[in-house]
């Protein structure tokens, strides 16, 4: 049983995670080397728990024991009694490898030393331990207190029993929880390429303005934000590197390939939301307009429903293609996106509504259209196809 958490990095995530815990009743330390993101973690908490008493979804002894759950450190050392750590620091290899090895020399030998990374593999990480079978990803979503969803990712060295204690203390934490092989961009930031990257290149090819695109996914797929809604406020710096970062991981695979025009609105500084430019104009109360912008060809022929088709496809042949390299079990798989990024359906789910046949056929198109490896049919879709079958989840 997890009773005792420590948190490393107290920033946007691990400041989300020690709250997640610390509303499970878990005593939580929760530590990081600048003072000032202690300060504002333990700031930003009170907030969102006056919040919540003002909403009546908690009252104020909920609230109270909350916040006396979660003490706020700033030596690693004082994480020596934890059951279970999560690391949430700075995305890099050798400064996480270089923690995880410190804070073992501190923590029991069944303390479980698990990290949120979206990007590295949890085995290079877990490679840093003497004993990296205590070592797992444990990737939560932002904000880490509202979404559902999060990936549990045992490495090559992961035990069994690191892996069963991982799941049962995140299930109950309350969260909804996927597991994953340890590869690159784990489920979601895997197949939720397609959203971007495929939106992305309907712009290049001049078939549609950002404006339009964004409109054909959110009135014909029912999606909440339309794909450069959605770039703007991750931050296309933030967005393009996943890509970029996903791209080399699988060995250049051109299904992930990036874009030169993210890539250039991240080099001019159109960061999206945070910079007030981005596909779209940001005022300073936070309103979206059109900026004037032009197509590179304008066809006109294509509708908003062959727009959102060809993205919805290639997500679904994204989401095939992870089953069928055994990412994730079917139903992880669908869970993933409408739990970890608020898709209006799972996207096996929703190849089965389209039928196996139409999928086949749409990812034919393309192929015959472009000849180009990146609109390759998954030989899931395809078996499934010809055996009559469905996912049936
Ligand atoms: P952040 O920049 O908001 O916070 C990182 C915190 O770690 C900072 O407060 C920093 O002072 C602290 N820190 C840096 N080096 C440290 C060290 N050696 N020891 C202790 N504290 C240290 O970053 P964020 O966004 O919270 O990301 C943290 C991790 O979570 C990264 O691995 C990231 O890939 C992952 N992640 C981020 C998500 C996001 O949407 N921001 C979503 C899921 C995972």
Request: glycine share 8%.
């Amino acid at each position: 049983m997890i009773k005792k958490v420590g948190i490393i990095g107290g920033g946007t995530m691990g400041s989300g995670i020690a709250q997640v815990a610390a509303t499970a009743g878990c005593s939580v330390k929760l530590y990081d080397t600048k003072t000032e993101a202690l300060e504002k973690a333990k700031a930003d908490l009170e907030k969102i728990m006056d919040h919540l008493v003002e909403k009546g979804k908690i009252n104020s002894e909920e609230k109270q024991r909350i916040q006396n759950n979660i003490k706020y450190v700033n030596s690693l050392k004082e994480l020596k009694d934890s059951d279970l750590t999560i690391e949430a620091i700075v995305e890099n290899l050798d400064i996480k490898k270089n923690v995880f090895s410190t804070l073992e020399k501190f923590v029991s030998d069944d303390c479980i030393i698990a990290s949120n990374t979206s990007s590295l593999s949890i085995a290079s990480i877990a490679s840093s331990l003497q004993k990296p079978e205590r070592c797992i990803g444990i990737h939560f979503f932002n904000p880490a207190p509202l979404m559902k969803l999060v990936e549990v990712i045992p490495a090559v060295q992961t035990s069994e029993e690191t892996l069963k204690i991982s799941v049962k203390t995140i299930t109950d934490w309350g969260k909804i929880v996927a597991v994953a092989k340890d590869t690159p961009g784990f489920i979601v930031n895997r197949v939720a390429r397609p959203f971007y990257g495929e939106a992305l290149r309907i712009y290049e090819e001049g078939i549609a303005s950002f404006a339009e695109i964004d409109t054909a996914m959110k009135e014909i797929g029912g999606f909440r934000m339309g794909p450069f809604e959605l770039m703007d406020f991750i931050g296309n710096d933030v967005n393009y590197t996943v890509t970029e970062t996903v791209f080399e991981a699988f060995y250049y695979d051109p299904r992930y390939k990036p874009s030169f025009t993210q890539k250039r609105f991240a080099e001019a500084g159109y960061l999206g939301r945070k910079s007030g430019k981005g596909y779209y104009n940001y005022s300073d109360d936070g309103k979206m307009s059109v900026r004037a912008q032009s197509r590179t060809h304008s066809e006109g022929t294509v509708s908003s429903t062959e727009i959102f088709e060809r993205i919805l496809i290639m997500l679904i042949n994204e989401a095939a293609d992870a089953l069928f390299w055994n990412i994730a079990s079917a139903e992880d798989i669908n869970n993933a996106m409408t739990k970890g990024v608020n898709y209006p359906k799972g996207l096996l789910a929703w190849a089965d509504e389209k039928g196996m046949d139409w999928c086949v056929k749409k990812m034919d198109e393309l192929y015959d259209e472009y000849h180009e490896d990146r609109y390759r049919c998954s030989p899931l879709l395809r078996r499934m196809n010809k055996g009559g079958l469905r996912f049936g989840v």
